[in-house]
């Protein structure tokens, strides 16, 4: 915090004031001269960490490392990025948050959603559906795009057909549903890596021709167990390249039974 006011004026006597305009301080030389100090704040800060979200045929996962830094300082080991929304009732549907970026306002934005998710239980008497909640998310988010939350925020769940349900948002609400998603400090390292064993971009049909006539792979429902060793994989090699993320490794699978949640250990280094 000290850097930000780095280039302000020493006060001079207990009569001075923000408003006045003081002398800027010179070193000595031939000429001096007067001007304008602005006195302004950053209220965000990046705490690091990387989420990623795959959906399935009939589930979903959201995992996410548990450092958290401030530069080069970690803060703490474990500090979780994924969230329950909507609580444990045996018939309100399994909906789970990740964020990642600053994370007070991830924490302040789970606890909106979910206390929206619940009010919305007790108004209408009927739990509110993952669409739903990714739409609301939207808005709380487009709500605050002046001075928004300073987070990548995933929602997953299961849609009304049973489908895993994967929806990845930009902070000031953009949203769109995908197979899979990561964000945080390791994105770039872990979305090529989601987008060529998930979504199998760059792969071919062995034996299906040569040069432009390769018939690209098409996608399918990957099984939960291939899933979970992706996620496994992914963060692995994460923590090798990037020193924000690391630790541990927390992970929410949703199924119709509810959230499972796992840890694993990461590199601590």
């Keep these: 915090m000290g850097s930000i006011f780095q280039g302000a004026p020493i006060p001079e006597g207990p009569g001075y004031s923000f408003r006045e305009t003081p002398a800027v301080r010179q070193a000595p030389g031939p000429s001096s001269a007067a001007g304008e100090r602005q006195h302004g704040f950053y209220p965000y800060t990046d705490n690091g960490g990387s989420t990623l979200g795959i959906s399935g045929a009939d589930f979903a996962i959201l995992a996410g490392d548990t450092r958290s830094t401030s530069g080069y300082n970690i803060n703490t080991r474990y500090a979780p990025k994924l969230y329950k929304i909507g609580g444990d009732a045996p018939d309100t549907p399994p909906i789970a948050l990740s964020v990642v970026g600053f994370a007070a306002d991830g924490a302040a934005l789970a606890e909106r959603l979910d206390t929206i998710v619940k009010m919305y239980r007790y108004q209408h008497g009927k739990p509110m559906g993952v669409a739903a909640c990714a739409q609301r998310l939207s808005h709380l988010l487009y709500m605050k795009r002046f001075f928004p939350f300073y987070v990548a925020a995933i929602l997953a769940g299961l849609d009304e057909s049973g489908r895993g349900a994967l929806y990845s948002y930009d902070p000031v609400g953009s949203y769109e549903r995908e197979q899979c998603r990561a964000g945080g400090a390791a994105a ?42 992706l996620v496994q994989d992914a963060f692995t090699s994460a923590v090798e390249r990037h020193i924000e993320v690391g630790d541990g490794l927390q992970m929410m699978i949703i199924t119709r039974d509810g959230i499972e949640e796992v840890y694993r250990d990461l590199k601590k280094d």
Aim: overall charge negative.
């Design 188 to 229: 770039s390292l872990i979305m090529p890596f989601l987008d060529n064993q998930v979504n199998f971009k760059n792969q071919n049909v062995p034996g299906s021709g040569q040069g432009h006539a390769l018939e690209p792979r098409k996608p399918y429902d990957l099984p939960r167990g291939t899933v979970e060793e």
